[in-house]
């Protein structure tokens, strides 16, 4: 069965932009990490282990470095999984959720389990060597969830299999291209479009209610299959998805987003319907205005969503003894 935070919580910091140590959005995990990150998690009476990925200077290329981190990426986030803890990956990139996923796995009581993923991000995420123009290889991690690009050297990661993409759910996607969205179109993801409109275009809905709709969809079967359990879900959170009015999370932000309040509520959305298991928090660059604020928003969804799961297995604990 898959595990709460129970005994503790494991921070895996991942301090790079594409293998480079503290540039641009991997100055993000330490800047968390200042603003009281690891002092609000604890203050909900659980342990806190700490790790940082070493440097991986001897490899090459962005490529090169950007796979040897997604494997030790891995094999940490198996280790915390066996020994009880809930792994949270603070990472200058949004490809760190392979890695996530592959440990995940790879982890005791998930072998054999599909994992689902709601995926928080302003971008589609979903580009190929073949269709990305920019050159940007951070705008592939759902393309490597799915198994859909980089098969070779995704192969090479411990644990890695491809994730179904009808199990996977975009939040706040807007700033795309027609090429992009009309493979995601196309490829029939399921997205809480973000924009200048209300989510899916109807009147009044917030994120956390279209996200809603688009959970029980997804999920709601898997529980009736299960015998009640909910299944698990990897949340990743690229912090672009939050509105630009908070602040720039990087130099992609756009207008459009979430703001916390629906941040917080889709949070607690997504454990009516799935397990968390794991949590990625990504690609925020603290060189841009409003900076502080982003981070005090990540610090308070990262610890709802803790206090939530330590909450769920209280209640649970109590059934069990009644």
Not at 115 to 136: E, K, L, Q, R, W
Not at 274 to 279: F, K, N, S, W
Not at 289 to 294: L, T, V
Request: net charge negative; proline share 5%; glycine share 10%.
């Amino acid at each position: 069965m898959a595990q709460t935070p129970s005994k503790s919580v494991s921070i895996i910091s991942s301090p790079y932009h594409v293998g480079v140590y503290d540039q641009g959005p991997g100055r993000g995990p330490n800047f968390l990490r200042s603003h009281g990150m690891l002092e609000e998690i604890r203050k909900l009476g659980v342990t806190v282990h700490e790790v940082e990925i070493d440097p991986v200077d001897e490899y090459e290329g962005e490529i090169g470095r950007s796979f040897e981190i997604l494997r030790r990426t891995s094999k940490l986030v198996t280790q915390a999984r066996n020994s009880g803890s809930f792994p949270i990956v603070l990472s200058g990139n949004c490809v760190a959720s392979v890695g996530v996923a592959a440990g995940l796995s790879a982890s005791d009581g998930l072998q054999g389990e599909e994992v689902g993923c709601v995926f928080f991000d302003a971008h589609d995420d979903y580009n190929t060597p073949d269709t990305v123009v920019s050159g940007y290889f951070d705008s592939m991690a759902i393309s490597m969830l799915t198994g859909e690009s980089w098969k070779q050297l995704l192969a090479t990661v411990p644990g890695y299999k491809p994730l179904r993409l009808n199990r996977l759910i975009h939040v706040g996607m807007r700033d795309v291209t027609e090429l992009e969205r009309q493979r995601v179109l196309d490829a029939g993801m399921e997205v809480v479009w973000g924009g200048e409109e209300k989510p899916d275009g109807r009147s009044g809905q917030g994120f956390h209610l279209a996200l809603l709709d688009r959970l029980e969809k997804v999920f709601r079967g898997d529980t009736r299959s299960r015998g009640g359990k909910q299944p698990p879900c990897l949340i990743h959170l690229d912090l672009d998805c939050l509105d630009a009015s908070l602040g720039k999370a990087n130099k992609f932000a756009a207008p459009g987003g979430l703001d916390e309040q629906e941040l917080l509520a889709s949070f607690s959305n997504i454990n009516l319907h799935t397990l968390p298991v794991a949590l990625t928090v990504a690609s925020f660059d603290p060189a841009y205005e409003g900076a502080d604020k982003i981070a005090e928003v990540a610090v308070n969804a990262v610890v709802s969503l803790l206090h939530m799961l330590i909450t769920l297995q209280r209640l649970q604990t109590s059934e069990d003894v009644s």
